[in-house]
């Protein structure tokens, strides 16, 4: 079992910056790909990019390159996901999610046995 729990979601005016946290704990984590997704209202989840924890290697949906950064901290069990120039249309609940890492870079959901609760991200006009 992974246990994953998110933190670090809020209100922020169109242009800002968040950064989501999502502390993992369980299973070793270099076996696992860590993954952040989102699920506006309304709409599928989406997957926006993962990191495998073993060596950090990172991938991105192309929506989000350039704006989203995925970074991990070993010491604190943490994986990161860091939201630049936000805009309203990525107002969603965002989630991470663990799956095994030789799925990498694994962007379907059902990819993904373990999930965090969720975490509430609102971007103003």
């Known amino acids: 079992q992974v246990q994953l729990v998110e933190s670090g979601g809020g209100l922020v005016q169109a242009g800002g910056s968040l950064r989501l946290s999502c502390a993992a704990s369980g299973r070793t984590l270099s076996d696992y790909a860590m993954g952040w997704f989102r699920q506006a209202p309304g709409k599928e989840r989406e997957f926006i990019g993962t990191l495998r924890w073993r060596d950090g290697t990172t991938y991105y949906t192309d929506s989000v390159k350039g704006r989203f950064t995925i970074s991990r901290d070993n010491a604190k069990n943490t994986v990161y996901l860091q939201m630049n120039n936000l805009k309203p249309a990525d107002t969603a609940v965002y989630y991470c999610?663990?799956?095994?890492?030789?799925?990498?870079?694994?962007?379907?959901?059902?990819?993904?046995?373990?999930w965090g609760q969720g975490t509430q991200v609102t971007v103003s006009s």
């Open positions: 999610a663990a799956a095994l890492a030789i799925l990498f870079p694994a962007p379907e959901r059902n990819r993904y046995p373990y």
